[in-house]
């Protein structure tokens, strides 16, 4: 198991020693054609507000981007042409790094021309749209398969109301005073980072800021801003849980989306000078690696009971919380961890018109456990960003997956993940 982490230790960049990439007969390159990529994604994001999550190249291409983009038509055959240069450069011979890097390349090429048709109107079915833009087809089970684990949440929270109005209220003593918020979140990401750093090496200069905002169809958002340091915001309009604050940290910084993106562009822009990873497309297999880890690093770093235990002894009292019932909460948070993927179901029927929006707000309250206002956001949250909500628990139980297939340390596995161009499609 040892040989097989090396190799793929060698295949992210440990073994940069040969030809960082290869020409095809007329000249042209990887590194010619990843240039181009950079410069097709930035004028997406002209073209679709949030397109690109994060972009820390030169500036001068940001703004030739913003100074002339190409129509959406003009750029759906942008994107043809590069698929037809990716196919004709030749890896034959190269280190493993340089073909996959041409994979790479190809799928968020790919990617990138769905959401372009998806922009010009063509129509998707939900799994079609995941597919072609994460590189993953979920599975949509009928709504009555989790009828189940809503019986074992109702055997635990017996009394009179709804079962989502039952749980609302056993959840409201956890909820984080607003004027202890700050601290709580604070002492959240960094046992976060200090859990991560024992494993994984940082870079030296890596740090956040964080804020909090309102108005928003997310929880929380990471804004990489290059140079090893992120923009962290979180959403305050709704009730933050205590492990919630857990949660958020480990997601939206340690070992989650801030070492993701740190580690990309150590090993990649700064280490082998790859622009394609100083450029990320929110809609693009991307993204399924980092939702995916994001949520994965939650269980990493607090394998077991550790993030009961934690929330006991440090978060509620600093919250000034009563700690008696943190187990039953944590029973209810495995119970309701297999509730994620309904919502699959739900917003395939939703986006495809067989439900209504009132439908759709019900069926979340109902599988989600959530009362009107948070269901009405999540809904939001659908509407915005559509089959993206795949990412989360399809993306977290493949990530588990794979990186638990590679061996005892999980934390090595998860570094060669956060570290490389491994693709949807390399680990489902």
């Not at 703004?63 to 959406?72: E, I, L, Q, S, W």
């Not at 959401?115 to 939900?126: A, H, Q, T, Y």
């Not at 905002?213 to 923009?231: E, I, L, M, R, T």
């Not at 949520?295 to 929330?311: H, K, R, S």
Request: charged share 20%.
């Amino acid at each position: 198991m040892r040989a097989i982490l090396i190799s793929l230790l060698c295949l992210v960049g440990a073994c940069a020693t040969q030809p960082a990439a290869v020409a095809d007969p007329s000249g042209d390159s990887l590194d010619a054609i990843a240039r181009d990529y950079v410069a097709m994604t930035l004028e997406i994001g002209e073209r679709e507000e949030g397109y690109v999550d994060a972009y820390y190249g030169p500036p001068e291409w940001a703004a030739a981007a913003k100074a002339n983009p190409r129509t959406v038509p003009q750029l759906i055959q942008g994107s043809a042409s590069l698929t037809e240069r990716l196919n004709a450069v030749s890896t034959a011979g190269a280190e493993p790094a340089v073909a996959q890097r041409k994979a790479y390349l190809l799928a968020h090429v790919s990617a990138a021309s769905a959401r372009l048709r998806m922009l010009s109107g063509e129509k998707m079915s939900f799994a079609d749209e995941a597919e072609a833009l994460f590189g993953v087809r979920p599975e949509l089970r009928p709504l009555s398969t989790y009828d189940p684990v809503l019986a074992e949440i109702d055997a635990l929270l017996p009394g009179s109301g709804t079962l989502a109005e039952r749980y609302t209220e056993f959840k409201s003593h956890y909820v984080i005073p607003k004027d202890r918020l700050q601290a709580v979140m604070d002492a959240a990401i960094a046992e976060c980072r200090r859990r991560t750093a024992r494993h994984i090496t940082l870079p030296a200069n890596e740090n956040f800021t964080l804020a909090f905002v309102g108005d928003k169809p997310w929880s929380g958002y990471n804004y990489y801003q290059g140079n090893s340091q992120s923009k962290i915001e979180i959403n305050a309009d709704f009730p933050i849980y205590t492990e919630r604050a857990i949660d958020l940290g480990c997601h939206e910084g340690y070992p989650g989306h801030h070492v993701y993106n740190a580690l990309l562009e150590q090993t990649f822009v700064r280490g082998r000078g790859w622009v394609e990873m100083s450029v990320y497309p929110l809609f693009s297999p991307m993204s399924f690696v980092a939702e995916g880890s994001a949520n994965y690093g939650i269980d990493l770093a607090f394998p077991g009971n550790e993030g009961t235990v934690f929330e006991r002894d440090v978060l509620f009292p600093l919250a000034g919380l009563d700690p008696s019932t943190a187990e039953r909460k944590a029973q209810l948070g495995a119970l309701t961890r297999r509730l994620a993927r309904a919502e699959y179901t739900i917003a395939d029927a939703y986006l495809a018109g067989r439900i209504s929006r009132d439908a759709a707000i019900e069926q979340l309250m109902k599988y989600s456990l959530s009362d009107r206002a948070k269901a009405t956001q999540r809904l939001r949250f659908i509407d915005t960003y559509r089959s993206y909500i795949i990412n989360y628990g399809l993306g977290r139980d493949v990530v588990q997956a794979w990186v638990e297939r590679q061996g005892p340390d999980h934390w090595q596995g998860m570094e060669t993940l956060l570290s490389s161009q491994i693709l949807p499609a390399d680990i489902d």
